[in-house]
């Protein structure tokens, strides 16, 4: 059974940045793809960024292209995501999940996830 515990959420200003950090538990993170989602009040959770097992690929949504980075670290099963030039619009609770299937294609489907955290808050004042 899979573990992931999302960490590094926060209050920050317009313009500032945050670092999100999820530790996964498991044997399968290093050949799983890894993805960050965030949900807002009233809205679906939307996807925003993803990372295959090789850090090869990488996908990034519109909205926050430029602006965020993932990253991840097999040796210590963790992935990251840092997030520059934050805005309100950022204001969300993030969430990490892991792909279903070990060396999987690249997806920003939710359903290709199969383990989630509980999430951590970012709120971005203006």
């Known amino acids: 059974q899979v573990q992931l515990v999302e960490s590094g959420g926060g209050l920050v200003q317009a313009g500032g940045s945050l670092r999100l950090s999820c530790a996964a538990s498991?044997?399968?993170?290093?050949?799983?793809?890894m993805g960050w989602f965030r949900r807002t009040p009233g809205k679906e959770r939307e996807f925003v960024a993803s990372?295959?097992?090789?850090?090869?690929?990488?996908d990034y949504a519109d909205s926050v292209k430029g602006r965020f980075t993932i990253s991840r670290d097999n040796a210590k099963n963790t992935v990251d995501l840092q997030m520059n030039n934050l805005n309100p619009d950022d204001t969300a609770v993030y969430f990490c999940a892991k792909a279903r299937f070990s060396y999987g294609n690249m997806s920003r489907r939710e359903e290709t996830f199969g383990s989630w955290g509980q999430g951590t808050q970012v709120t971005v004042s203006s």
């Open positions: 990372i295959s097992w090789n850090r090869f690929e990488f």
């Open positions: 498991g044997r399968t993170f290093s050949s799983s793809t």
